[in-house]
C-alpha cells in the first residue's frame, strides 16, 4: 500500500509517518501542500491519500478536487486531517471529493482505525 500525507507541518507529518509506519503502513511519501501533492500524485499511484486543509500555495479543498479530476484518483480514498470541524467545512470537503474527515489533534489508533477502513472498502 502506497500512502501520500499532503500536510504544511513538518512535526504533524513526522507523527502521521510514525504512526502509520506502527500500522504496518511503510511506503509513506510527504508532500509539503496541495500543489507538490498533486506533483506526486501525477507520478505515483497512491492507495490512500491524508490531507490538511489549510495550506499554503494550494489548499486541501482544491487539492481534493483537482486530485478527483486525475482518471487514477476517481475512486481512491481521501482522508482530511485538519483542525477544520465545522458542518459547513466538512460538507465542503464531500463536495470536494474526501472520503473521511479526522480532526486534529489526532489519536493514532483512531487515524489507524479510519485508514484500516477505508482500504477495506476497496
Known amino acids: 500500500m502506497k500512502l501520500l500525507i499532503v ?18 503502513y511503510n511506503d509513506v511519501t510527504e508532500a509539503v501542500d496541495g500543489v507538490d501533492g498533486l506533483a506526486k500524485a501525477k507520478t505515483t499511484i497512491y492507495d490512500l491519500i491524508i490531507t490538511d486543509i489549510n495550506m499554503p ?3 486541501g479543498l482544491t487539492f ?5 479530476k486525475l482518471p487514477d484518483y476517481s475512486g481512491k480514498p481521501i482522508l482530511v486531517l485538519t483542525t477544520e470541524r465545522s ?14 474527515w479526522i480532526v486534529k489533534p489526532f489519536v493514532p ?14
Do not use: F, P
Not at 459547513?88 to 472520503?99: C, I, Q, V
Open 7 to 24: 500536510d504544511d507541518s513538518t512535526m504533524l507529518r513526522d507523527m502521521l509517518v510514525y504512526a502509520l509506519n506502527e500500522g504496518g
Open 57 to 59: 500555495n494550494m489548499d
Open 109 to 122: 489508533d483512531q487515524l489507524l482505525k479510519a485508514v484500516n477502513i477505508v482500504l477495506s472498502k476497496k
Open 64 to 68: 481534493i478536487a483537482e486530485l478527483r
Open 87 to 100: 458542518d459547513d467545512m466538512k460538507a465542503k470537503g464531500r463536495a470536494a471529493g474526501a472520503t473521511g
